[in-house]
């Protein structure tokens, strides 16, 4: 009897990983559209790690123009698996960047540790959240409030790639996220390794979109 138990419980674990790996984040209320954003607690998703979480690496970044605007995209790789420690990775970086810089507009896009290396290659699913922010939104044609932020609700495959549904995440979703951030800063492993920040003098390309978008 007790051995028909245990392999009873080995066949719930294997459902419950399936069905965490299978389930949804964004559930839409109401006819009226109103989208309510619910992220699955990242230590319920198999194989994470809670001491890795928040951890990145610029790959590429680039100061350019848009008339009289001064702009500043940064690609950035991560470890994050749950979509929201993506986004607050970016949040993150994102108000280091304008704090240090002092750009108009700030433009960074997580992609995966495990994904492409390359400036090439880091666009569509390579991309797994893309977040912009102006200090002052009076100051750029690009957006008409402070954050926009659009990620991949998926977690990455093991090649770091994002095949998901793309949300567009509402502004007081943003806010309420940023104020969970304890502390302003840049990627940690840029610190160890300064080679591994890739800066591109006067670059003028649009920054890649998340997939889907």
Request: glycine share 10%; hydrophobic share 40%.
């Amino acid at each position: 009897m007790a051995a028909a138990k245990r392999q009873l419980f080995k066949l719930f674990r294997v459902s419950r990983k399936l069905a965490l790996l299978s389930g949804g984040f964004l559930f839409v209320l109401g006819a009226s559209g109103t989208a309510a954003l619910v992220f699955a607690p990242a230590n319920m998703i198999p194989g994470f790690q809670e001491e890795t979480r928040g951890h990145c690496k610029t790959v590429y970044q680039s100061e350019f123009r848009r008339g009289k605007e001064k702009r500043l995209i940064a690609v950035i790789s991560g470890n994050d698996l749950d979509p929201k420690d993506r986004v607050k990775t970016g949040l993150r970086v994102a108000r280091h960047l304008s704090e240090t810089i002092n750009p108009d507009l700030v433009i960074v896009q997580v992609a995966d540790h495990r994904g492409p290396a390359t400036r090439a290659e880091l666009r569509g699913s390579a991309i797994g959240a893309e977040i912009v922010y102006a200090p002052v939104p009076t100051r750029s044609l690009a957006v008409s409030q402070p954050w926009e932020v659009r990620y991949v609700n998926t977690v990455p495959t093991s090649a770091g790639y994002y095949f998901g549904k793309r949300v567009d995440m509402p502004q007081a979703d943003i806010e309420a996220l940023a104020h969970e951030i304890e502390l302003i800063e840049g990627c940690d492993g840029d610190l160890v390794d300064e080679d591994a920040k890739a800066v591109a003098a006067g670059g003028h390309g649009e920054p890649a979109k998340p997939a889907g978008h």
